[in-house]
């Protein structure tokens, strides 16, 4: 077998990556969860570091 026909292989297993990025709903899910996560993350730290009041 050559090279060329090891790059083809049919049974050779889609990275991970692939079928994440060829999945749209999950792009969808991870691009309103990581967004969300972040900015209530930011939320609860502007919270923390906010002065007692007397």
Sequence with gaps: MSQKDDLNDP???IPW???LLDSP???LF???L???LVYNLW???EI???PLGK
């Design 34 to 36: 990581i967004p969300m």
């Design 17 to 19: 990556m692939q079928q």
């Design 43 to 45: 939320g609860v730290v």
């Design 30 to 32: 991870l691009g309103v």
């Design 48 to 50: 923390m570091m906010l």
């Design 25 to 27: 709903f999950i792009l």
């Design 11 to 13: 049974n050779e297993p």
